[in-house]
């Protein structure tokens, strides 16, 4: 039981590349997030998605899309990154809808230049 | 607005002193509350949670908290730290009127000295 994985751990981007945050997890969690953390700023949640083919915004989603084709993956792409993403980004799932424990990943950092 | 506030961004405590981190919040309904900490480079992990019953929590590592509808807090509590202890603290805040979203706090840092 690998819990929630996520690659890269690190990754480096110039302004306007593209690229794709992998997120997986093996528990069958239906609930599914991702976040990005910045100093002084806490986590704000991106994207979220509640089930395979569902997926819905969170607090701060401009410049990020999202899927959900399984229930163990959750990538997270980036469409034409600015230095404004630059952040450490962590993907969690969670063991029940409302009020279930959230399990986290161990985090992307993120640097665009 | 749903908020969640950690008023103290940094605290510094003796090794063997009590610690008490606040968290309040803003929601209308019943929340479910989380406290997590984090360890430099490292990700999230749950130290307690509160969803019903019994308001006072224990969690792992020797953390209690304590949920007080009327004051809309959730303090965390310790009554001896140890060095080990040093890490960023998040209070999380949900309810069911949010759907399914958490509401992190923005952090404390916790220093522990000699």
């Known amino acids: 039981n690998a819990g929630v994985t996520q690659t890269p751990k690190f990754q480096v981007l110039k302004t306007g590349q593209s690229m794709t945050l992998q997120c997986a997890q093996d528990?069958?969690?239906?609930?599914m997030s991702w976040y990005r953390q910045d100093p002084g700023m806490g986590l704000r949640l991106i994207h979220y998605?509640?089930?395979?083919?569902?997926?819905d915004q969170g607090e701060v989603p401009n410049g990020y899309n999202v899927s959900r084709s399984t229930t163990e993956d959750f990538p997270l792409r980036l469409l034409s990154a600015a230095p404004s993403q630059t952040s450490v980004y962590f993907c969690?799932?969670?063991?029940?809808?409302?009020?279930?424990?959230?399990?986290f990943g161990p985090g992307t950092r993120l640097t665009v230049t | 607005a749903q908020s969640v506030t950690q008023p103290d961004i940094h605290i510094t405590v003796s090794e063997g002193a009590s610690l008490e981190l606040r968290c309040n919040y803003s929601?209308?309904?019943?929340?479910?509350l989380f406290w997590y900490v984090q360890s430099p480079g490292q990700g999230l992990q749950l130290l307690l949670k509160?969803?019903?019953?019994?308001?006072l929590v224990q969690g792992i590592k020797g953390f209690e908290a304590e949920f007080k509808r009327s004051q809309s807090s959730f303090n965390l509590r310790k009554p001896s730290v140890h060095w080990s202890d040093a890490a960023e603290y998040f209070c999380?805040?949900?309810?069911?009127?949010?759907?399914?979203?958490?509401?992190f706090g923005k952090g404390t840092s916790l220093l522990v000295t000699p």
């Open positions: 969690a799932s969670r063991d029940g809808l409302a009020g279930g424990m959230e399990y």
């Open positions: 528990m069958n969690h239906e609930y």
């Open positions: 998605s509640v089930g395979a083919g569902i997926t």
């Open positions: 929601y209308g309904a019943t929340p479910y």
């Open positions: 509160y969803f019903s019953g019994d308001t």
């Open positions: 999380a805040v949900g309810d069911s009127n949010s759907g399914y979203a958490l509401n």
